[in-house]
């Protein structure tokens, strides 16, 4: 198989591993009003999610340096599945949502990294950056097919079909891989215990300034994913109807990360034509800025605002490629799933983090109703990424 055609559908079947990825948080109005949850509340199960997925990664992932990445890929993509199936049937408050919410991170800690994994793992090293600029990118298209997805199916039937449907998209990854991929034999006769050493990771200073890097970017790309819809559905209710109603939240939500996409690939580029480590510290140290100016802007005109996130969502985007390439070209080959695997522990710990941040200081600020409170949220994320730069000046090469 040509590396571009192997690209393309472990592409693919990330995406459709991910139609379950942005269904609650693009469906969170209806949450908040049918189970009258807080915003904290809400929070919590935004980020429960972050947190299966941060209990599974570390095994899952590192086990890739043990067993062929196809393998877990193909369970994970089961389990994710098996999760939005199981929400769809079963979930009818905060606490029956708990439970599966945790499951499906899990699922997506199966086929995320583990995906990247079996992907690299085929390829020569040469072809390996602009595939993992590509493969992460495809994150965000998935991200984009749930939002929009999810909106237009609980319009025309009710949230448990979106669920219903984010679940075939599980199984289509699995048939996706399965078929595509040949097994490989594993690479590394470790131990089950040697797998999971993650001091190795933590003594490579190269890799782990990309790791926290990469952490602090999740805290606000996650923390934006997981309020986007909620904060869409606030302005527009500040705007005239007629500006306001042209296109639904989750469409916009749609739109907003699809603009992510070109803009991770191109700031891999740049990263890798003028030194990765410089390049992403500036991107990163611009979406802070401009987590602010997003900040200070609630209560603009509807159309100005929507434009204004669009441009946030490319600047935030824009590191994203740049600093997980980093961390998997920094990784000794023997230690290439063990890094990636704390790579996505550390990551999607922030991310749980910076997806509960938001809905805590909605509700002590005033509440999804308050302008203050939303621009309190927007700095809340900004100040998590502001950590990143830091984090790779201080584990800058030495000499």
């Known amino acids: ?11 693919l079947a990330e995406i459709a591993s991910m139609l379950g990825f942005a269904v609650f948080p693009a469906l969170l109005p209806i949450f908040l009003s049918d189970w009258r949850l807080s915003a904290g509340e ?24 043990r067993f062929d990445a196809r393998r877990i890929f193909l369970c994970g993509s089961l389990l994710s599945g098996l999760a939005s199936l199981l929400f769809a049937l079963l979930a009818q408050d905060f606490w029956s949502a708990v439970p599966l919410r945790l ?12 995906g990247l994994k079996a992907l690299t793992d085929r390829l020569a090293p040469a072809a390996q950056p602009r595939a993992v600029s ?12 749930s939002y929009f997805l999810s909106g237009e199916v609980a319009a025309l039937a009710d949230w448990r079909w979106a669920f219903a449907l984010a679940g075939l998209g599980g199984l289509a990854a699995f048939a996706i891989v399965a078929a595509a991929l040949r097994p490989l034999p594993p690479t590394a006769p470790a131990s089950a215990w040697r797998v999971l050493d993650f001091r190795p990771v933590l003594r490579n200073r190269e890799a782990m300034g990309y790791v926290l890097a990469y952490a602090a970017h999740n805290w606000e790309l996650f ?27 989750t469409a916009i939500a749609a739109l907003l990360n699809l603009l992510g996409t070109p803009a991770s690939i191109l700031g ?13 510290a500036c991107f990163q140290l611009v979406s802070a800025g401009f987590a602010g100016c997003v900040a200070l802007s609630v209560g603009i005109a509807y159309p100005m605002l929507i434009g204004l996130l669009g441009l946030y969502a490319m600047l935030l985007m824009s590191e994203s490629a740049a600093v997980t390439t980093g ?19 550390l990551g999607f710990a922030l991310a749980f983090l910076g997806s509960l941040a938001p809905g805590l200081v909605l509700d002590a600020a005033g509440g999804t109703g308050s302008a203050v409170a939303w621009s309190l949220a927007f700095l809340s994320m900004g100040a998590g990424v502001a950590l990143g730069p830091l984090a790779l000046w201080l584990t800058r090469p030495r000499g």
Request: charged share 10%; aromatic share 12%.
């Open 103 to 114: 499951l499906a991170g899990a699922g997506l800690a199966g086929t995320y990294m583990p």
């Open 134 to 145: 590509f493969y992460t990118s495809s994150f965000g298209l998935g991200a984009s097919a």
């Open 42 to 65: 809400a929070g919590w199960l935004s980020g429960v999610f972050f947190a299966g997925y941060m209990g599974a990664v570390p095994v899952l992932t590192a086990l890739t340096d």
């Open 268 to 280: 891999n580029e740049a990263a890798t034509r003028f030194g990765r480590r410089r390049m992403a």
């Open 327 to 345: 961390a998997v070209q920094a990784a000794r080959p023997e230690r290439k799933g063990a890094t990636m695997a704390l790579h996505s522990t």
């Open 1 to 11: 198989m040509t590396a571009g055609r192997l690209v393309f559908l472990l592409c």
């Open 223 to 249: 923390g934006l994913r997981s309020w986007i819809v909620a904060f869409l559905v606030f302005a527009a209710s500040q705007a005239q109807a007629e500006t306001a109603g042209f296109w639904s939240a």
